[in-house]
């Protein structure tokens, strides 16, 4: 004997599961570094954020390092041609980005 549908459409599937999934992100816990958010918005935050910056940091010092670890395992001829160029361009957005959350207090 087949077992019963549970929704009438792959269209109502779709919405029950985007849901599960919604209610799952929503009732997950926050990173574990973070401090709680306070419980009046009113309220200050500064530990939180300065948590954040530092995980913001730390993770373009790790973007940073790979891509110029990749870019001296190229070939001269790819440095300094067009792929090289665009590469650079965009490594030199990343350390403007680092030197960005770093100013921030």
């Given amino acids: ?5 549970r929704h009438e ?3 109502a ?12 992100r929503l009732n997950s816990p926050s990173p574990k570094n973070l401090p709680q ?5 009113a309220m200050p ?7 954040l910056r530092q995980q913001a940091e730390a993770a373009l010092k790790t973007l940073l ?4 670890k990749y870019q001296d395992q190229r070939s001269e001829s790819w440095q300094e041609g067009d792929k090289g160029q665009a590469f650079q361009e965009v490594t030199d957005r990343v350390e403007e980005a680092l030197d960005a959350v770093r ?3």
Avoid: F, V
């Avoid at 004997?1 to 549908?5: A, C, H, I, S, V």
């Fill in 1 to 5: 004997m087949p077992t019963p549908k």
């Fill in 9 to 11: 459409n792959a269209a």
């Fill in 13 to 24: 599937r779709q919405h029950a599961y985007r849901q599960r999934r919604k209610l799952t």
């Fill in 37 to 41: 958010a306070p419980a009046i918005a």
């Fill in 45 to 51: 935050s500064t530990a939180r954020w300065k948590e």
């Fill in 65 to 68: 390092d790979e891509m110029e």
């Fill in 103 to 105: 100013s921030i207090d």
